[in-house]
């Protein structure tokens, strides 16, 4: 049989996916990826709301990913750099705390903020050295602790974990306490440390576009959804059977594999509201983190969005990740009033409110790589997704290329 005629299927359009048909066509195979929406990318979506792009839970591109910049063609992703720290809300003013030997015209503005101690601001400067010199491996390697109790034990002050530590990375774990695995704290600062911060100028689905645009061999059914994954056959909703030589689950398996009901991810959620104001309180280049406790806001983010903007108009994203019983209406009245009383802005049109219940999987331990064989779950089904790893786009990409390969491996034997 040519290699060709193999029937490999994917479960998933998510980054995972993407990349993992990405592998099988570069070794000649021609899969299929089955995905229930009616769209590709998964976790990244970019909508349009009145006219407006945005993005379904802000998130950002760390360019340091080696996986990122393995598979895509940064370049054509037209991105736009975040400054290398952030803009945070304090004693009623924006002091910024940035990377200046990233950025020098942040030095002076860094040095003279009242975030943390100079002790805190040269540990800070300390600790992106010394992860610049770690590889990715040794950290996946290290002690896994959880993140709050690795920065007190490296001496941090408690105010600067406080009014940046916690807010920053709160808003990309998707949790306040920072209880997630020190290992990712590292990972992700060093990515913070050797490479840019961005967004894509036409949404964060550009990515996943981007990785679909190499595609030659690739089939893409849409609007289908997997109901259960046997050996060598898949079952869709509609009771449709379709024979499978192998079949990549690129999403959680519990669901669609019989034994595997007790193995339930469990997952991180935020809400991710759009605003439209005319009133710009802090450089569009920066990230905002409002580190209050008693703040509902995680972060904002003044996006200039040029196709729809109204002459002098900013969108902007609020992030939520502290947990809440609100309701839309009231979560919206309670963002309001915090855009008013901590950020000054009067002016504000609501424009949506996305809620995302499965935003990142809560792992433990965290790992970095897995072997192409360990990802054969049984007789010709591999899994794939960040769920396998931890919860990054890297290592999405990542498991995605390892699932394609235990099938080209297992292939190889088998000949
Ligand atoms: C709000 C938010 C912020 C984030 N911030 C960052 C960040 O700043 N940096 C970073 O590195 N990462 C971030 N992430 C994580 C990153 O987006 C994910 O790690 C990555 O997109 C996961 O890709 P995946 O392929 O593993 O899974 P997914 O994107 O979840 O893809 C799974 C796909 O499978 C499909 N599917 C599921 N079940 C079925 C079925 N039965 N039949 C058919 N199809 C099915 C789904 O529809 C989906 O398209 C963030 C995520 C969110 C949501």
């Given at each position: 049989?040519?290699?060709?005629?193999?029937?490999?299927?994917?479960?998933?359009?998510?980054?995972?996916?993407?990349?993992?048909?990405?592998?099988?066509?570069?070794?000649?195979?021609?899969?299929?990826?089955?995905?229930?929406?009616?769209?590709?990318?998964?976790?990244?979506?970019?909508?349009?709301?009145?006219?407006?792009?945005?993005?379904?839970?802000?998130?950002?591109?760390?360019?340091?990913?080696?996986?990122?910049?393995?598979?895509?063609?940064?370049?054509?992703?037209?991105?736009?750099?975040?400054?290398?720290?952030?803009?945070?809300?304090?004693?009623?003013?924006?002091?910024?705390?940035?990377?200046?030997?990233?950025?020098?015209?942040?030095?002076?503005?860094?040095?003279?903020?009242?975030?943390?101690?100079?002790?805190?601001?040269?540990?800070?400067?300390?600790?992106?050295?010394?992860?610049?010199?770690?590889?990715?491996?040794?950290?996946?390697?290290?002690?896994?602790?959880?993140?709050?109790?690795?920065?007190?034990?490296?001496?941090?002050?408690?105010?600067?974990?406080d009014s940046f530590f916690i807010p920053f990375f709160g808003g990309i774990f998707l949790e306040d306490e920072l209880k997630t695995s020190s290992r990712m704290f590292e990972f992700i600062y060093k990515m913070f440390s050797e490479g840019k911060v961005s967004i894509p100028k036409n949404g964060i689905a550009t990515l996943p576009?981007?990785?679909?645009?190499?595609?030659?061999?690739?089939?893409?059914?849409?609007?289908?959804?997997?109901?259960?994954?046997?050996?060598?056959?898949?079952?869709?909703?509609?009771?449709?059977?379709?024979?499978?030589?192998?079949?990549?689950?690129?999403?959680?398996?519990?669901?669609?594999?019989?034994?595997?009901?007790?193995?339930?991810?469990?997952?991180?959620?935020?809400?991710?509201?759009?605003?439209?104001?005319?009133?710009?309180?802090?450089?569009?280049?920066?990230?905002?983190?409002?580190?209050?406790?008693?703040?509902?806001?995680?972060?904002?983010?003044?996006?200039?969005?040029?196709?729809?903007?109204?002459?002098?108009?900013?969108?902007?994203?609020?992030?939520?990740?502290?947990?809440?019983?609100?309701?839309?209406?009231?979560?919206?009245?309670?963002?309001?009033?915090?855009?008013?009383?901590?950020?000054?802005?009067?002016?504000?049109?609501?424009?949506?409110?996305?809620?995302?219940?499965?935003?990142?999987?809560?792992?433990?331990?965290?790992?970095?790589?897995?072997?192409?064989?360990?990802?054969?779950?049984?007789?010709?089904?591999?899994?794939?997704?960040?769920?396998?790893?931890?919860?990054?786009?890297?290592?999405?990409?990542?498991?995605?290329?390892?699932?394609?390969?235990?099938?080209?491996?297992?292939?190889?034997?088998?000949?």
């Amino acid at each position: 049989m040519e290699k060709s005629d193999k029937k490999i299927h994917i479960i998933g359009a998510g980054l995972s996916g993407l990349v993992a048909a990405i592998v099988l066509e570069r070794f000649g195979y021609h899969p299929i990826i089955i995905e229930r929406d009616n769209h590709i990318g998964g976790r990244l979506q970019t909508k349009k709301v009145k006219g407006y792009q945005v993005d379904v839970g802000f998130q950002v591109l760390l360019e340091a990913y080696p996986k990122l910049q393995e598979y895509a063609k940064l370049d054509q992703l037209q991105l736009k750099s975040f400054e290398p720290g952030a803009s945070i809300y304090l004693n009623s003013k924006w002091e910024v705390l940035g990377d200046f030997t990233r950025s020098p015209k942040l030095i002076f503005r860094t040095l003279s903020s009242s975030i943390g101690s100079i002790r805190d601001k040269l540990k800070i400067f300390k600790l992106s050295q010394s992860l610049k010199k770690k590889s990715i491996e040794e950290i996946f390697n290290s002690p896994d602790l959880k993140t709050i109790d690795y920065l007190k034990d490296y001496g941090f002050s408690e105010a600067i974990i406080d009014s940046f530590f916690i807010p920053f990375f709160g808003g990309i774990f998707l949790e306040d306490e920072l209880k997630t695995s020190s290992r990712m704290f590292e990972f992700i600062y060093k990515m913070f440390s050797e490479g840019k911060v961005s967004i894509p100028k036409n949404g964060i689905a550009t990515l996943p576009k981007h990785l679909a645009g190499q595609f030659k061999n690739t089939e893409i059914w849409l609007n289908t959804t997997v109901k259960e994954v046997k050996s060598d056959k898949i079952l869709l909703e509609n009771d449709k059977a379709i024979h499978s030589d192998y079949t990549i689950i690129a999403t959680e398996a519990n669901n669609l594999v019989s034994n595997l009901k007790n193995q339930k991810t469990s997952w991180h959620c935020c809400d991710n509201l759009y605003f439209i104001t005319p009133e710009i309180k802090i450089d569009s280049n920066f990230i905002g983190l409002l580190p209050q406790k008693d703040a509902l806001i995680n972060n904002i983010v003044f996006i200039e969005e040029k196709k729809a903007k109204k002459e002098g108009q900013y969108l902007l994203s609020v992030t939520v990740v502290k947990k809440h019983d609100f309701n839309q209406e009231e979560l919206i009245k309670k963002i309001r009033k915090e855009l008013k009383s901590y950020v000054g802005i009067q002016e504000l049109e609501f424009l949506t409110h996305f809620y995302i219940p499965k935003a990142l999987p809560i792992l433990q331990p965290v790992e970095n790589d897995i072997m192409p064989s360990e990802t054969l779950l049984k007789d010709g089904i591999f899994l794939a997704g960040d769920q396998m790893l931890n919860a990054s786009v890297n290592a999405a990409m990542l498991s995605g290329e390892r699932a394609a390969m235990g099938i080209i491996e297992l292939e190889k034997l088998n000949h």
